[in-house]
């Protein structure tokens, strides 16, 4: 089994055990939410690949002009046409595609060697995962934390500097902040590495397992590895984070300072519980619904962000592939991240709303 | 308190990132090459990339192959080789103690193998093999036998590609193309023993290998991917890799060359730049008016302005260095020469009141960011006469190359690279009238034709030298295309870890040359 089918068929799992979960032990309502939204993926889906693969051939170019160059003579171009079915109507090629997609089969690379795109996704995929996670958890962690102590400290020199962060970091372009980081701690400071996953000479060491490697080096017990992959996380991470930082402290700084004037809390506070426990223990459980849902609706923003995360510091995820096989006019390498990233979406898009219709009562479907 | 925890923060970020910088300290004959290539093919069979093919050169060797640092053709795996009366039949010697890393020994079979493996299965390189080669075939262990379709008079050069590099039967399969094998086997100096196309390949000695390694070498060399040029010049900055090799653009190496501690290399070779007119569509189907060009454009501004001298004018698709290569745009057209561009203008209709307009395309960053550059100084050159209204359009790679090459644009602007070292390479696929139209030139010539192909067939350096000089009169006095500028490639070392490398003009950078500290 290849990693990329390990890690999604243990993510699935794990999804839809949750959901199949809530639909038994859900209101009626729930319930008939979670068929809906089940059956209302399907069509999203199939849209979405259907306006892919008209986009990306729409566009002018193709992947064997990308490949060949001028250097291919018209001969060897039309052969190689021919070979990847390019020369077929485009209704054929379609519905080509259609009945592979619905076999989980999504073909293979027009350019670059022709690899099964499973093959390709299985080594990105996880790339993104572990450049992903560790940002989002940043992202929250600081965000969350931050609104509520500028919440805590309102019209005070932290909360004007925190909110100021906050407009600064959603509206910096993530490149760019990369690039300064690289520069300042990378070049300038030595105390990090400017690209790449894990340090050359460490990665031939290093089995690979599910290809997540903070995941394998754990495994393996090889922990010069672990120390490298961590190192090498440290700088793209923290610039995706921060880049996502900024919702989460603004959010969280409204909701905390609505929860600080409810009647539970002065009533807590006039029995004498110190502030920092109304804050953070209180005022903030409460203002953490809202941020639930944000989580899922950022998961979209994300991913985008990794793509131009992953451009910056040469990471070899998902989003490098993506922005290497557009240019290529690579058509199936493009609709195979793009479902991919879709469906991810709509996973987690729905785990969102049943996690919403747990963790607070009132809601109802 | 929250000072305290700042700086508690602070102090543990630093800690552990120096606990983590001390984690893998690179091995002493451990060389790290920075590329931003991408690996296409690793089947000798198949690969047609400059990339590829430095991988295949370092784990084997051709019937040919150059002198390190030089774009001199020398016997390789053959020790010498006979040529028929006729020039159609190579009869190639091969030579002895050619292993491969399990101890085989190499059979002419071997190389008989790749070649015809090329050309029954349709792979990239398919189509160059056909078109020179008719039968290979091992009539001993170690003699060769090519025939082939025409007389080659440059067919040793040709040799050097690498559908004429050894695969022993059984290593791919006969009726596919293997283009991602688990390791990548020869009888060269290195193999490949892993690889992931989107990090990294990591090549070992070949216990076998015919001759010694100095004891500077390297004995584990690890080519690491980049994005684009600029992770790549930031990473040797820091310590990363130590050498950053193609591609590293004139900005990367000016820059780099400001640095302390690195040393560049300029390799003597890279890609020449060239206009492209579309001889198939007005107004560059007219002669006159591409000669009009010839005399406005300026190489030398261009080097000045753009790249402050990193770059070189060309004025000759074939470069210096190479068999009959001489500078014809430059006494034909001494440019600029306003006044004369403005006489063919005027010749053909042309007036401030009625100027000659069009558009000229380029690709913003597929030859590096200072496109843009040499295409505004163009711009000024061109409208130095009132006669000529420029207006410039910028395509992505993925669409531009493909309306490029389909004569969809009336001039645009190209770059090239050797496959063979031979001034055929530079001037068959751009005015060869068969080879042309792919190139979004378009330009048929019979006199052209009878240059090239009799320089083709000829074995006689002297009178292929003739026919060359006469070929590039007749480029230039047509002016198929406008050759630009020469873009010499630079390899940048760090002097901490390495003390020297070789790279010559045809940028075949044999690892096993590298001498580390």
Request: proline share 6%; charged share 20%.
């Amino acid at each position: 089994m290849s990693p990329l089918a390990g890690i999604c068929i243990g993510s699935l799992a794990i999804a839809f055990g949750f959901i199949i979960y809530a639909f038994l032990r859900g209101s009626p309502g729930l319930r008939s939410y979670i068929v809906t939204r089940v059956l209302l993926t399907l069509p999203m889906v199939f849209i979405l690949v259907t306006v892919i693969f008209v986009v990306m051939r729409v566009i002018p170019g193709d992947p064997v002009s990308s490949q060949l160059g001028p250097r291919g003579s018209i001969e060897a171009r039309e052969r190689m046409r021919e070979q990847l079915g390019l020369n077929d109507p485009i209704i054929v090629q379609y519905f080509n595609y259609l009945g592979k997609v619905v076999r989980l089969d999504l073909g293979e690379a027009l350019i670059f060697g022709h690899r099964p795109i499973i093959d390709e996704l299985s080594e990105r995929l996880p790339a993104t995962i572990e450049l992903t996670l560790p940002a989002m958890v940043f992202a929250v962690g600081f965000g969350v934390l931050s609104g509520a102590l500028a919440a805590k400290n309102r019209k005070k020199a932290s909360d004007y500097g925190l909110r100021l962060f906050s407009i600064a970091s959603y509206s910096i372009p993530i490149f760019w902040l990369g690039l300064v980081l690289q520069v300042i701690f990378g070049i300038n400071l030595g105390a990090f590495p400017i690209a790449g996953r894990i340090d050359s000479i460490t990665n031939i060491g290093l089995e690979r397992i599910t290809n997540v490697l903070v995941i394998d080096s754990i495994i393996t017990g090889n922990w010069a590895a672990l120390g490298s992959v961590l190192h090498h996380l440290i700088l793209p991470s923290l610039t995706l984070g921060i880049v996502l930082t900024g919702v989460f402290v603004r959010l969280s700084r409204i909701n905390v300072i609505e929860s600080l004037v409810q009647d539970y809390i002065i009533a807590g506070r006039a029995r004498g519980i110190r502030e920092r426990i109304l804050v953070y223990k209180h005022a903030l459980s409460n203002a953490l619904i809202p941020i639930v849902t944000l989580i899922g609706l950022q998961f979209s923003v994300l991913l985008a962000g990794a793509v131009l995360t992953e451009t910056t510091f040469s990471w070899p995820g998902m989003g490098l592939y993506l922005v290497e096989r557009i240019g290529q006019r690579d058509y199936t390498a493009v609709q195979g991240v793009i479902l991919v990233f879709a469906l991810s979406v709509s996973v987690i898009s729905l785990l969102t709303d049943i996690i919403y219709a747990f963790i607070d009562p009132r809601v109802r479907y | 308190m929250k000072r305290r925890l700042l700086y508690a923060l602070l102090g543990l970020m630093v800690i552990s990132s120096m606990a983590l910088a001390s984690c893998g300290p690179p091995e002493p004959k451990t060389v790290i090459i920075g590329a931003t290539d991408e690996i296409s093919s690793l089947d000798y069979s198949d690969a047609y990339s400059t990339h590829d093919w430095e991988l295949m050169r370092n784990c084997n060797r051709a019937l040919t192959e150059y002198t390190p640092g030089t774009a001199e053709i020398v016997p390789g795996l053959a020790e010498s080789w006979d040529v028929s009366d006729d020039g159609l039949t190579y009869t190639f010697h091969l030579g002895s103690g050619w292993m491969y890393p399990d101890g085989t020994e190499l059979k002419a079979a071997d190389i008989a193998n790749t070649i015809n493996r090329a050309m029954e299965l349709e792979g990239d390189i398919h189509g160059v093999v056909v078109a020179y080669v008719e039968t290979a075939v091992a009539t001993d262990d170690s003699t060769l036998v090519i025939t082939l379709d025409n007389p080659r008079g440059d067919f040793p050069e040709i040799a050097s590609m690498a559908p004429f590099m050894p695969t022993p039967e059984g290593s791919y399969p006969a009726d596919e193309l293997n283009r991602f094998p688990d390791t990548l086997v020869g009888v060269g100096p290195w193999q490949i023993t892993s690889y992931d196309p989107a990090e990294q390949v990591v090549m070992e000695r070949n216990p076998n290998y015919k001759f010694d390694f100095d004891r500077r070498a390297p004995t584990t060399v690890i080519i690491r991917y980049f994005e684009d040029a600029t992770q790549m010049a930031l990473a040797i900055e820091n310590g990363e890799i130590d050498i950053a090799w193609r591609i590293l653009g004139p900005p990367e190496v000016q820059r780099l060359g400001e640095v302390d501690g690195l040393t560049s290399v300029n390799t003597g070779g890279g890609g020449i730049r060239y206009l492209v007119p579309n001889h198939a569509m007005e107004p560059f189907s007219n002669k006159n008016l591409r000669q009009a060009i010839a005399y406005l454009v300026d190489r030398d501004e261009i080097v000045d302005r753009v790249m402050s001298g990193t770059i070189d004018p060309l004025y000759s698709m074939v470069p210096p260095g190479f068999l009959a290569a001489n500078e014809t745009f430059l006494t034909m057209y001494n440019a600029p020469d306003v006044a004369a561009a403005e006489a063919l203008l005027e010749a053909e209709g042309y007036s401030a009141d009625n100027p000659l307009t069009f558009d000229m395309w380029y690709p913003p960053e597929h030859y590096g960011t200072h496109a843009a550059q040499v295409f505004q100084v163009l711009e000024e050159q061109l409208e130095a006469t009132p006669l000529i209204e420029v207006t410039l359009q910028v395509q992505e790679w993925g669409t531009y190359v493909h309306a490029l090459t389909d004569g969809e644009y009336p001039i645009g602007y190209l770059g090239w690279f050797f496959d063979y070292p031979d001034t055929s390479n530079y001037l068959d696929p751009f005015a060869e009238s068969s080879a042309s139209p792919s190139m979004g030139v378009s330009y048929a010539n019979p006199v052209m034709d009878d240059y090239l192909h009799s320089a083709g067939a000829e074995t006689d350096p002297a009178i292929r030298e003739t026919l060359y000089t006469d070929a590039q009169d007749l480029y230039a006095t047509d002016v198929v295309t406008i050759p630009l500028t020469i873009e010499p490639e630079y390899a940048v070392f760090r002097e901490a870890t390495v003390r020297s490398i070789t790279i010559g003009p045809a940028l075949v950078f044999n690892y096993e040359l590298i001498e580390m500290r």
